[in-house]
């Protein structure tokens, strides 16, 4: 059931219930972090790898002190100047934070959200939430409550309604090895904007297949809909030409009849906005009932790096020429 009531959802979560909540990223799936029985239906309702560790929402800097044991400065800095907001933070763990939740490791992935919704119910509640996205695992994320009820309607008892989501693209993860920071995973927040902070960060290879390399498998946020990334577009749709082929664009209309349906993520040409519209575009191609969804690649800066490791994900790579 979709909703507005901030209390209703308070106490589903009070009683070990999971329900979906939005945040300036994607929605999530939330549940309190110490209910044991809450954090086995997240994994249950998501089919989500039990490996695949879940990132821990707080209300506050402060509340970093319950769930993670040493805190380099480096954080303190980067919290300072992103938090509330789409950057998580992998840290040391405390003895308290349950296994479930890190999937047997010694760190704990944190964030505080920027959305005036999750931060109420985070104000009011006794603990904090895990709230992976709430699609399916490997699907396309949900941007809005609608996308969240065509998932999982039926699973959950309530959807938090908070609007679409500002962001629209998963957090930056970054962590701290030898009190270095490290991309783990690119997200809303650039790495351009992290290096005006703190300087260069070291940068993980995203290629690696493993869930420990954070939310880096090599299908993911896929639509159903077979789809490609591609430089040259009308070399792809020459390739797919007569199928029913639709676009996934930066800024600009292509003139070609052999295209059903284009999207546009930004008019302006805004990488931001590209982002925080790429999932709602993903869900309508997926509706459509195509026969291949072709991806313009994005520049490759700022949020454009974001945009194409999903898209990267998402699809299935081919060259044309
Ligand atoms: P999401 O599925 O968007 O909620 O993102 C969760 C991501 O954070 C996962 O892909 C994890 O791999 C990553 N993550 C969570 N906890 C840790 C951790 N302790 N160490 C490294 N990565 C983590
Ligand atoms: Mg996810």
Redesign the pocket.
């Given at each position: 059931m979709i909703s507005k009531d901030i209390y209703q959802a308070a106490e589903w979560l009070n009683n070990d219930a999971i329900v979906a909540l939005p945040t300036e990223t994607v929605y999530?799936l939330a549940g309190n972090i110490y209910s044991e029985k809450a954090i086995r239906k997240i994994f249950e309702v998501k089919k989500r790898p039990h490996n695949?560790?879940?990132?821990v929402h707080v209300g506050s800097k402060e509340a970093v002190k319950e769930i993670a044991s040493n805190v380099p400065n480096i954080a303190w800095q980067l919290m300072d100047k992103f938090w509330p907001g789409p950057l998580?933070l992998?840290l040391p763990?405390q003895s308290t934070i349950p296994d479930s939740i890190?999937?047997g490791?010694n760190?704990?992935?944190v964030r505080m959200p920027n959305h005036p919704d999750i931060l109420q119910l985070l104000a009011i509640l006794p603990f904090p939430l895990a709230?992976?996205?709430a699609n399916p695992f490997g699907s396309i994320s949900p941007t809005s409550a609608k996308h969240v009820a065509n998932y999982f309607d039926d699973k959950i008892p309530l959807i938090l309604d908070g609007g679409n989501c500002k962001n629209g693209i998963?957090?930056t993860?970054i962590?701290f090895e030898n009190d270095q920071a490290v991309l783990?995973?690119l997200g809303a927040i650039s790495i351009e904007h992290i290096e005006k902070e703190i300087g260069p960060i070291n940068i993980k290879n995203f290629e690696e297949n493993t869930?420990?390399a954070?939310?880096?498998m090599l299908s993911h946020y896929a639509p159903k809909t077979f789809s490609v990334i591609a430089t040259d577009l009308s070399d792809a749709i020459a390739f797919y030409k007569p199928k029913k082929i639709g676009l996934l664009l930066f800024n600009t209309k292509i003139n070609n009849k052999e295209v059903f349906h284009q999207e546009i993520l930004s008019v302006k040409g805004n990488l931001t906005e590209a982002g925080a519209n790429l999932y709602a575009a993903l869900h309508r191609l997926d509706a459509l009932d195509l026969d291949v969804i072709i991806a313009e690649k994005f520049p490759d800066n700022e949020l454009g790096k974001a945009i194409n490791d999903r898209l990267k994900r998402a699809t299935v790579t081919k060259d044309f020429k």
């Open positions: 999530g695949n560790p879940l990132i998580t992998v763990k890190t999937a490791k760190t704990v992935a709230a992976p996205s998963e957090s993860i962590g783990y995973r869930p420990s954070p939310g880096m």
